[in-house]
């Protein structure tokens, strides 16, 4: 998807369109503008939002790039008939993503989408239609597979260092300022992310599948929401729940009063666009209408025969996760402690620290060792950077993990999370087979063999 020869045989730059101009799209606009400017060409900006379309235009002239055209949702098919991109990059809200991706290939062109692909069987089904009906080139960003630490993992599963993996333990953790930064807006609400056993999970579900080589079978599910309620801020002596941060008669009392007002990049993305349609991106964490959880477990079969127990909290201690593999030789722990994060303030999750990461083996029997780790700078550990160079620059050859996702693997891992929460209404394991019948296996590296001889273990004197 980078820069690719005419028939004349002269390079030409790809050119791309946006749809969706809030804080994540910047990173695709900037690696456009900026580093990648040889290969891609940013020709279309579109949003619901005119303020952020304007403010997406501005940037291009600070990026000291030529000023592309900029339409409104409605002018959306307008925008690819005069602007001809070959990518459209979707960073909406995820409940619109498959309505722009489907249009998007329908149309001639190749698309970019960010996690969650989308939120419900009925969309992944019209996305995954459109992809096969029109041959086009469909990919997931999920740049939590590019952080070094988490290919490292990859490469030691990869290795056979523990074995064939019979089951996983894996336990996600969001602390007080990334996780209450969820029940601020639309993630607030299923109909618009999925809750977060899709928007946030989606990720953690990829990772797994993409960890494992496998796919997953059959869901069963627990959730509540029972710390980002409004007893929870009466037990916390706020008369609350109220609006809105920005006006709250309790921004001195409450510890989770959010200052859109104090960062210059939050202030001019949100408060200053607000007029144009009512977004508030500083919404009462305490407010009674939200209905996603905060606290999630679910089990889930893969057809490799492997088990997975997963946990996802959203008020925690500490911001970060720990998963352990069990396999046939013995046990792999890794554990990522992650710093603070707030989605467009000026304090953006740094790199992984390399203090912060932890991974280790330990043979069934032995001594356990651990493993030095390897480490990047910047946004997502280091994964951003290294995505956008896969994404506009990329070398196949170099890529032995396949970190490349596509439509198939966009599915596989938000399902997970789509049985998840058919499971919470329902009570019962739910078979993601009946969610979207027929879905393909995405193309994983080899993992060790199932049925090769296993070595005897040391017998303890
Ligand atoms: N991979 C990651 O680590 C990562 C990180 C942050 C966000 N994301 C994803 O990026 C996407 C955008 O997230 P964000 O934080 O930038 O959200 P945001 O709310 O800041 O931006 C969303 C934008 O979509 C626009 N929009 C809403 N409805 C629209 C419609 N019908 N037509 C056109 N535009 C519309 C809004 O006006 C807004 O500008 C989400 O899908 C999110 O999950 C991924």
């Not at 004349?8 to 900026?34: F, K, M, T």
């Not at 990026?63 to 459209?88: Q, S």
């Not at 939050?266 to 144009?276: F, G, I, S, T």
Request: glycine fraction near 8%; hydrophobic fraction near 35%; proline fraction near 5%.
């Amino acid at each position: 998807m980078s820069a690719f020869t005419s028939k004349s045989g002269e390079s030409q730059r790809r050119r791309y369109a946006i749809v969706g101009l809030g804080s994540r799209h910047e990173i695709y606009q900037d690696a456009i503008e900026q580093p990648y400017a040889d290969r891609a060409q940013l020709v279309g900006l579109c949003d619901s939002n005119v303020a952020r379309v304007d403010l997406a235009r501005e940037r291009s002239k600070k990026n000291g790039a030529v000023v592309p055209l900029g339409y409104v949702a409605a002018d959306f098919g307008r925008m690819l008939k005069e602007t001809k991109p070959d990518v459209v990059i979707v960073t909406t809200a995820d409940f619109m993503h498959h309505e722009y991706l489907v249009r998007a290939m329908e149309a001639g062109c190749d698309v970019i989408t960010e996690k969650p692909m989308t939120i419900d069987a009925e969309k992944c089904r019209q996305i995954v239609d459109a992809r096969r009906r029109t041959s086009r080139n469909c990919r997931v960003t999920f740049n939590y597979r590019y952080s070094p630490p988490r290919s490292q993992v990859k490469e030691l599963l990869m290795a056979g260092e523990i074995g064939e993996i019979l089951s996983v333990d894996f336990h996600w953790l969001l602390n007080t300022h990334h996780g209450a930064d969820y029940f601020r807006r639309w993630h607030s609400h299923k109909q618009f992310s999925g809750g977060l056993f899709v928007h946030k999970a989606t990720h953690h579900f990829d990772l797994i599948n993409w960890w494992l080589g496998a796919t997953p079978v059959s869901v069963m599910a627990m959730g509540k929401r029972e710390f980002y309620t409004p007893a929870t801020a009466k037990r916390m002596g706020l008369t609350g729940p109220h609006e809105r941060c920005h006006t709250c008669p309790e921004k001195d009392r409450c510890g989770f009063y959010m200052d859109l007002a104090a960062f210059p990049h939050l202030k001019a993305l949100y408060l200053d666009c607000e007029a144009h349609d009512g977004y508030y991106r500083d919404r009462c964490v305490w407010r009674p209408d939200i209905d996603i959880e905060d606290t999630m477990n679910a089990l889930v079969n893969y057809d490799t025969g492997a088990t997975l127990s997963y946990s996802l909290n959203a008020f925690n201690a500490w911001e970060g996760y720990t998963v352990s593999f069990n396999g046939t030789k013995g046990r792999l722990e890794h554990t990522i402690v992650e710093s603070t994060y707030i989605n467009g303030a000026e304090t953006v999750q740094g790199g992984i620290a390399a203090n912060g990461v932890k991974t280790r083996i330990i043979p069934l029997r032995g001594a356990g060792y651990d493993i030095t780790p390897w480490t990047a700078e910047g946004d997502h550990g280091g994964g951003d950077r290294l995505m956008l160079q896969d994404i506009f620059a990329p070398d196949p050859s170099i890529d032995r993990y396949k970190r490349v996702a596509d439509e198939r693997a966009g599915a596989w891992s938000i399902l997970v999370g789509i049985a998840a929460n058919r499971s919470l209404q329902t009570g019962a394991k739910v078979n993601i087979n009946d969610l979207v019948p027929g879905l393909e296996r995405p193309d994983y590296p080899p993992m060790p063999s199932r049925t090769e001889p296993l070595p005897m273990p040391i017998r303890v004197k």
